[in-house]
Each structure stands twice: as structure tokens, then as C-alpha cells.
């Protein structure tokens, strides 16, 4: 079975992300507009009428911004914990609050989805309620942490099971340090539940690659505070240090903020 995968948006602004199947498949988040979504499947052949599911990470509004129209308008379930969706009927950027396409799943409690076997478990971050999830289909493990302050040993445990590992480098700390932030937010940033730095991701994967672990997209990357190729090469240097070549031994790419990846498929 090939899977596809496909990020529609990675960053502040917004983040979605695509896995399926040559027939149908599903969103990880949906923080951008619903016809843009639509619009950006469609240039790559995949009709919005073949996502089954959008499962949401938590409710801070680049996570959630197209939910509304998706779920209530196109009539496609929208899954996450129950928290999680309280929160997002709070939220201020839903103008469309959600009812008939409210899908509640409880952390650590795989359900099976056509041929997907989604579980979604605790991750630290600030939203009302915070999860990843990891995602088996065909035998390929995906694991999609977009959103955290810290590895804990649970997200830890889904990181080293993931042959594409979907991680979070938000920011470089220096950049952050010296940047015009103020300092509540750059100390919200950098707190056990605000966001993932460059050496942050890169220590912990050197320190923890497994030989299972064969792609690794950097994800959620700072408009102000990151560059992608400022990402991609502390990660790359750091595992190279480690004797993991990049483009030998993984593969690895940082994902852009406002435009889609390439296709990548996996047969």
C-alpha cells in the first residue's frame, strides 16, 4: 500500500498535514481556511470529499482555524479529547462552532479508522488540552508532535517508535534571545510548556535515532525566531556528531511555514 504524506502549512500561522492512501485519507490539525485546504488537496489530485477524519492537537487558533468549516459545512468528523474540544468551541477564531462532526477519542486508547490505527497521547504545551498522535498504516508508524515544550518519556516513547517522525523546532535560542519579543512570551516560549528549540530537537534525537526511524520532518518552525535552514543544519551537525549521516543513514527535511511540501510517498 503507498502511503502519501503532504504538510500543508507548517508554523505560527497555521499548520495542517495530510496522510493517505491512494483512496482517501485524513488531516493532522486544520489551522488554515477550509477553502484553502480544499484548494491546496486539489493541486495534488486528492479531492476534499476522500479525507475522512481531522484530528486535532490542541485549540490555539493556527491548529484550528478551518475546523469549523470542514466539520459543520463538509460534514467531515472532527476527532480529538473532550477538552480539547471545548476549547475549541471558546475559541475566538471559530465562527462556526462545531456540532453534528464532533468525534471525541481518549488519550492512549488506539481506534481504527478504515486501515489507520490512531492513538493520541499527552504532550506539554499550553493549550487547554494537548496531545500528538501516532499513526500505523500498512506497518509505517508515523508520529506527528507538533506542539511542546519538553520530550517527556511519553513522547519520548512515540518518537523512538516512528519510522516519519513529524517534530516540532520552533526556534533558535538565540535568535529568540536577541529578537524584539517581549519577555513574558519569549519565557512562555522557552518554559516545559511552551515550544521546542533547534538544540532542544536536535540533542534528543541524537541522543535517541533509532535504525526503525527512516524520515524526520521538522515542523512548526517561528516566523521571527528560526530559519529552515537554520533548523535542518543544527539537527544535521548534531547527528552527524553522532556518526548518523543525513541522507544516508535518515532523511531529513524542515518543513515550510505558509506553502505545501512536496508529495512524499512510501511504498
Avoid at 46 to 52: E, H, L, P, R, S
Wanted: glycine content about 8%.
Amino acid at each position: 500500500m503507498k502511503v502519501k504524506f503532504i504538510s500543508l502549512a507548517s508554523g505560527s500561522s497555521g499548520n495542517c498535514y495530510y496522510i493517505g492512501t491512494e483512496s482517501y485519507g485524513i488531516l493532522i490539525d486544520a489551522g488554515i481556511a477550509a477553502r484553502t485546504i480544499k484548494k491546496t488537496l486539489k493541486e495534488f489530485g486528492i479531492g476534499i470529499d476522500t479525507i475522512i477524519g481531522v484530528f486535532v492537537t490542541h485549540d490555539h487558533a493556527d491548529h484550528i482555524k478551518g475546523v469549523g468549516g470542514l466539520g459543520e459545512k463538509l460534514n467531515i468528523p472532527i476527532y480529538s479529547t473532550s477538552l480539547v474540544h471545548q476549547g475549541i468551541n471558546k475559541s475566538y477564531c471559530m465562527t462556526e462552532k462545531l456540532h453534528s462532526s464532533v468525534r471525541y477519542l481518549e488519550k492512549n486508547e488506539p481506534m481504527q479508522l478504515r486501515d489507520f490505527r490512531i492513538e493520541s497521547f499527552e504532550v506539554p504545551h499550553d493549550g487547554t488540552d494537548n496531545v500528538g498522535y501516532c499513526i500505523e498504516i500498512d506497518g509505517k508508524i508515523f508520529s506527528f508532535l507538533t506542539d511542546l515544550g519538553e520530550i517527556t518519556p511519553m513522547a519520548a516513547e512515540y518518537i523512538c517508535k516512528a519510522n516519519y517522525l513529524i517534530l516540532e523546532a520552533n526556534y533558535d535560542e538565540d535568535m529568540l534571545r536577541m529578537g524584539n519579543y517581549p519577555q513574558y512570551l519569549k519565557e512562555r516560549i522557552i518554559s516545559r510548556t511552551g515550544h521546542m528549540s533547534n538544540t532542544d530537537t536536535a540533542e534528543f534525537l541524537a541522543d535517541n535515532i533509532s535504525e526503525n526511524l527512516q524520515y524526520i520532518w521538522l515542523c512548526h518552525l517561528s516566523k521571527d525566531n528560526n530559519h529552515p535552514e537554520l533548523a535542518y543544519k543544527t539537527v544535521e551537525f548534531r547527528l552527524r556528531d553522532k556518526g548518523i549521516v543525513v541522507g544516508k543513514d535518515v532523511q531529513l527535511s524542515a518543513l515550510k511555514r505558509n506553502t505545501p511540501s512536496d508529495i512524499y510517498e512510501f511504498g
